[in-house]
């Protein structure tokens, strides 16, 4: 089976013709309901989004296929939605989708492992790299930026970074 890679998430109805509120996290949200049919997570639902709208608070106003009342709307709220990564577009070199960077070993520069990524999260001002690891006393949020990320090498699964003085 394909990999998986969640594009959005449905975060409740919108009205009470079976309309939702859809957060997307592609990089120009409405391009979520260009990627074809999505899928719940363990794909045993299927659905075609068509966007009406979008929210005062910024999620997406949309009718997936087969959800036509609130009720079956308000059932999905939490539920991810996700595509085969094959019809995702290929990115340009220093580029990454999110899915591919949660896991990488983090290591300084000179060769110390720090951690694991766990996730990746943005707060409005830029990508931060959530990681864990054994001699960390709490998580620590690694700016994704060239200048503390210098080295991303997906093929042997690590990250070499240039962390802030005293982040770590």
């Known amino acids: 089976m394909a990999e998986l890679i969640c ?10 013709k079976g309309e939702l509120r859809l957060k997307s996290f592609t990089a120009t949200p409405e391009d979520i ?6 899928s719940t997570e363990d794909g045993k639902q299927t659905f075609t989004i068509t966007l009406s709208g979008q929210s005062t608070k910024g999620a997406l106003i949309a009718r ?18 996700f595509v085969d990564r094959d019809r995702l577009p290929t990115l340009p070199d220093d580029e990454y989708y999110h899915a591919d960077l949660i896991g ?10 720090l951690g694991k990524v766990k996730s990746v999260q943005n707060h409005g001002a830029s990508d931060l790299l959530e990681i864990h690891g054994p001699d960390l006393k709490s998580t620590v949020l690694l700016p994704f930026t060239l200048e503390a990320v210098p080295t991303v090498d997906l093929a042997s699964g690590r990250i070499v970074a240039d962390p802030p003085e005293g982040l770590f």
């Open 7 to 16: 594009i959005g998430a449905i975060a409740g109805a919108f009205g009470v």
């Open 33 to 38: 309901a260009t990627y074809g049919p999505v």
């Open 64 to 81: 997936l296929s087969g959800v036509g009342t609130k009720e079956q709307a308000d059932a999905l709220r939490g539920v991810r939605l």
């Open 104 to 113: 990488l070993e983090v290591f300084d520069t000179g060769g110390t492992l």
